[in-house]
């Protein structure tokens, strides 16, 4: 079965064909990073009318790149939630072209459910039931992936998710966007315990978390070291952030993963190639005797190969859109 996959839920225009849902044949991404940089973060107009000009063109080149045709590809997959709506259309509407044109079946795709599928990717013998942790750019959600495309949420954020903390902090100390990857290079020149954040605790579950409380705190430190007229130590703060933030998210998925009695611990997401989350994540499970899978980081954050994985286990489940698919920009995960 081969699948080609379109994204178009954020700022990354991205196609690819993936075989039988685990074989990588092409992965084409065509960010806007650069152009969203200007306006430090990203702006959905820009972002849709970048998509229409790009899509036809990375569609093309991710069959190029797999040297198929469009007649050999066996379904289109493509994400229609959740993210920006205009954006998402884009995806949807060439999807839909494509596959009518070419007479192949259209599978619908949740964005989330592909940040999942990409641990499957280079994990040939990873199968569910696993637990995962998705931390993504607007999504901080803790899991149980009971089989292909079947989740029971078990824990999430109450306010803003692990990404969107590290992009506010990186903005906050002048780092620019997307700031995740910046705290994380600026981090490894730091002291993590220079500075002490709070790890929250939230009302609800005890696997639900809250961020904004540690961002605040972080804010906090800034505003009082400039009404002092100190200078901040960007690394030891980034590092100190960031440890914070490990901390709670690495507890938290172990002990979920031993407390529902599963063997396996997956990441994913854009943080998910965060250095100290992969490191710290790596320390605790192998002392917990857990199982622990994650994504090389060009298949954490927004690609179309991560689709193409999801969408073929869609496909073989007999999931398919009519011609009247549409955006579904607030998509839940596990609702179709
Ligand atoms: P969602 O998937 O929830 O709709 P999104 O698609 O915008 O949101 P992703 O592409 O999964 O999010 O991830 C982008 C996020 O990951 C950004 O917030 C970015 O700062 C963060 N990120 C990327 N690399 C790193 C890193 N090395 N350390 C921490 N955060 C990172
Ligand atoms: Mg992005
Ligand atoms: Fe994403």
């Not at 990588?24 to 430090?40: C, E, F, K, P, R």
Request: charged share 20%; proline share 4%; with cysteine.
């Amino acid at each position: 079965v081969y699948i080609l996959a379109i994204e178009s839920s954020c700022d990354e225009t991205a196609a690819a064909v993936v075989k039988n849902g685990r074989e990588v044949l092409s992965n084409v991404i065509s960010s806007q990073i650069a152009l969203h940089t200007l306006y430090g973060g990203v702006v959905p107009e820009i972002a849709s009318r970048k998509h229409i000009e790009k899509v036809n063109q990375v569609v093309q080149a991710a069959l190029d790149e797999a040297h198929m045709t469009l007649d050999e590809i066996t379904a289109i997959a493509v994400t229609y939630g959740p993210g920006l709506v205009g954006a998402l259309l884009v995806g949807v509407a060439a999807a839909k072209a494509i596959a009518y044109a070419a007479k192949k079946p259209l599978v619908p795709v949740h964005h989330i459910e592909g940040h999942v599928s990409a641990n499957f990717i280079e994990h040939p013998d990873l199968e569910p039931p696993f637990v995962c942790e998705i931390v993504s750019g607007g999504h901080t959600h803790l899991v149980i992936v009971k089989d292909y495309g079947e989740f029971e949420i078990i824990g999430r954020t109450m306010d803003d998710a692990a990404g969107e903390a590290f992009d506010k902090v990186a903005r906050a100390v002048g780092l620019g966007y997307p700031g995740g990857p910046k705290v994380d290079k600026a981090a490894k020149e730091g002291n993590p315990h220079a500075m002490e954040f709070p790890r929250a605790k939230v009302g609800g579950s005890q696997y639900d978390f809250s961020f904004s409380g540690m961002k605040s705190a972080v804010l906090n430190y800034i505003n009082q070291a400039e009404m002092k007229g100190e200078t901040i130590c960007v690394p030891d703060l980034c590092a100190s952030f960031q440890n914070a933030v490990v901390d709670v998210l690495v507890s938290r998925a172990v002990a979920a993963t031993k407390e529902f009695g599963y063997k396996k611990l997956a990441i994913a997401g854009g943080v998910a190639s965060n250095s100290a989350l992969r490191a710290g994540m790596k320390a605790a499970c192998e002392k917990a005797g857990i199982e622990f899978y994650y994504p090389s980081p060009i298949f954490c954050t927004d690609n179309a190969a991560m689709i193409g994985a999801a969408g073929y286990y869609e496909y073989i489940n007999g999931v398919r859109a009519g011609w009247d698919l549409n955006a579904v920009p607030n998509l839940k995960l596990g609702e179709r």
